[in-house]
């Protein structure tokens, strides 16, 4: 298969919470992989192609827990592929130290 990713992912495990847009009600998960442009989230959940989502990934210090905005590309019975949105410096930088360790 073809790689299509603009950027590619790196393994990694990091808790998160999704949040689904007219929703408060966070679904716990963990970040598997990571790149600036998406990951792939293992939760219990699927939910709809093209769903606008809130992703809070618990990265390590010193970012801290981070709110990225997102949408779901596909979803499984393991999880979740979700594309991020527009992202500032911290939230690049983040995830830049995260992928950089592994």
Known sequence: MIEK??????PVDLSAAI???????????RVRDL???GG???VNAVLAFGAR????????APAGSL??????????DD???????LL???????????ISHK
């Open 35 to 37: 790149s600036i442009g």
């Open 53 to 60: 989502i809130e992703v809070r990934i618990d990265f390590p």
């Open 19 to 29: 949040i689904v847009a007219g929703s408060s009600e966070p679904i716990e998960g």
């Open 5 to 10: 990713r603009k950027f590619p992912r790196k």
């Open 88 to 98: 500032g410096a911290r939230e690049t930088h983040a995830i830049a130290n995260a």
């Open 79 to 85: 999880g979740v592929g979700v594309q991020f949105g």
């Open 40 to 42: 792939f989230i293992l």
């Open 67 to 76: 709110k990225l905005p997102a949408v779901v590309r596909w979803s499984d």
